[in-house]
Every structure is written in structure tokens, then in C-alpha cells.
């Protein structure tokens, strides 16, 4: 079943304390990114990566790192969370390289609800 | 800067109307447009997509439509039921910053018994 995993589903932690969420996907998929969803201001992009070794910016980048040393893995890293990235995060993925493959559909993981106290 | 508005933010419909839920964006310039459901604290469940060069596509009770040149998208729902109510959110993949999705703020919709 072609899926994308994340983990944890949820996770309290406290200021300051490094965290990484996990992201895994069973099909091949060269793009991935990350999302995080807020009341009021929707789904915003967090990071993306193209391919294994590329990562960009997304529209919400401050506070967060990424890697992709493997085409399946793309963890989001919070190397010291704060009270404001409490959020429900997303991660998906989907073809790219090309028009062709970027007129693909998007598969979304189940989320992970952080909470930063 | 690509911006996807839906309309309306919330929706109550009875049992078996058929409801209509709308989504425009500023710039025609993108891959293709996709329809998810998110129930509450869930995840996204990808419910129609279509690419820039289609008009429609169809699954089950589903129909959603694209005018690029006018920058609109429709998703109808026919005979709508109890199960269907979520929230409804459209996304267009954008040709540039990064080919992200670009996200409107979704339709609330509860369908009553």
C-alpha cells in the first residue's frame, strides 16, 4: 500500500528540548516536503527537498532544519523548540523532476500534533 | 504570490442536498489542482486531482472542475450524506517557489440527519 508514515502521531515536549519527527515514503517519490497547519493561517510550507541531498525553504523555515540522505526518509529536526511551533505537522510527498511527474498527485502522511510547553 | 481562496468557510446542508464548494487562485500558472478531505485531528485524504490541461474529474459522488484561464475550481458533491462532513481543502501545485502546494483555508461542512 503506498503510503507515507510519520512519527510520533503526538508528542508534548518542553522548551529547548531538541525533537525530530520522522517521515517515510513507500514509493519512490523524489519530492518531499513539509507542512505545518495552524488555525486561521491554513497549511504552510516548511521545507521541501527536490531529491536526495537537495533541500530548500519553504515559506516557514525559521526554527527547523531538515535532511535527505535517503530518497525514502525526510525527518523535520526542532533543534530547540519554542511555545510557537506548537502545530499539527505534515509531511508528503509526490513525483517532481518535470512537468509530467509534478502533474502528480500529493499523499500526505497522518500528521503529528506537537505541543512545546 | 499564489493565493486560493474557498468559499464558503462553513457549510450546513441536510441529508441529500447536493452542495456546491468553490475555490478560486490568482495565478493560472500551475501543474494541477487537488481536492483533500481532513477530518477533525486527522490527516489529509486526497479526493480528486486535476491536472492543468483537464476540465473535470470524477469519483463516485464527487465531481470537481477546473477553469484555469479563470482561476476556479468546483467540487460538487452529490446526495450528501452524514459521512461526508469535514473539512474540504483545495491545493494548487504552483510552477515556481519550489512547485509547493498552495493551500486555501478550506470549507467546513456538516451534513444533517
Known amino acids: 500500500e503506498a503510503q507515507v508514515t510519520q512519527n510520533p502521531r503526538y508528542l508534548i515536549t518542553v522548551t529547548g528540548k531538541k525533537l525530530t519527527v520522522t517521515c517515510s515514503q513507500n514509493?519512490?517519490?523524489?519530492?518531499m516536503s513539509w507542512y505545518r497547519q495552524d488555525p486561521g493561517l491554513g497549511l504552510r510550507q516548511i521545507y521541501y527537498?527536490?531529491?536526495?541531498?537537495v533541500t530548500d525553504k519553504g515559506d516557514v523555515p525559521e526554527g527547523y532544519k531538515v535532511s535527505r540522505k535517503e530518497k525514502r526518509n525526510f525527518p523535520l529536526i526542532l533543534e530547540s523548540p519554542s511555545p510557537n511551533q506548537t502545530s499539527l505537522y505534515f509531511c508528503?510527498?509526490?513525483w517532481g523532476r518535470g512537468p509530467s511527474r509534478l502533474n502528480t498527485e500529493a499523499f500526505f502522511g497522518q500528521g503529528t500534533r506537537l505541543t512545546v510547553v | 504570490k499564489q493565493e486560493v481562496t474557498q468559499i464558503p468557510a462553513a457549510l450546513s446542508v441536510p441529508e441529500g442536498e447536493n452542495l456546491v464548494l468553490n475555490c478560486s487562485f490568482t495565478?493560472?500558472?500551475?501543474?494541477?489542482l487537488q481536492w483533500f478531505r481532513q477530518d477533525p485531528g486527522k490527516g489529509l485524504t486526497s479526493l480528486l486531482l486535476?491536472?492543468?490541461?483537464?476540465r473535470e474529474q470524477t469519483s463516485g459522488r464527487l465531481n470537481a472542475s477546473l477553469d484555469k484561464s479563470s482561476g476556479r475550481s468546483t467540487l460538487y458533491i452529490a446526495a450528501s450524506q452524514p459521512g461526508d462532513s469535514a473539512t474540504y481543502l483545495c491545493?494548487?501545485?504552483?510552477?515556481?517557489?519550489?512547485?509547493?502546494?498552495?493551500f486555501g483555508a478550506g470549507t467546513i461542512l456538516r451534513v444533517k440527519s
Open positions: 495565478d493560472s500558472a500551475i501543474y494541477n
Open positions: 508528503a510527498s509526490s
Open positions: 527537498s527536490m531529491n536526495v541531498e
Open positions: 514509493m519512490n517519490h523524489e519530492y
Open positions: 486535476i491536472q492543468s490541461s483537464q
Open positions: 491545493a494548487v501545485r504552483v510552477t515556481e517557489y519550489g512547485n509547493k502546494l498552495v
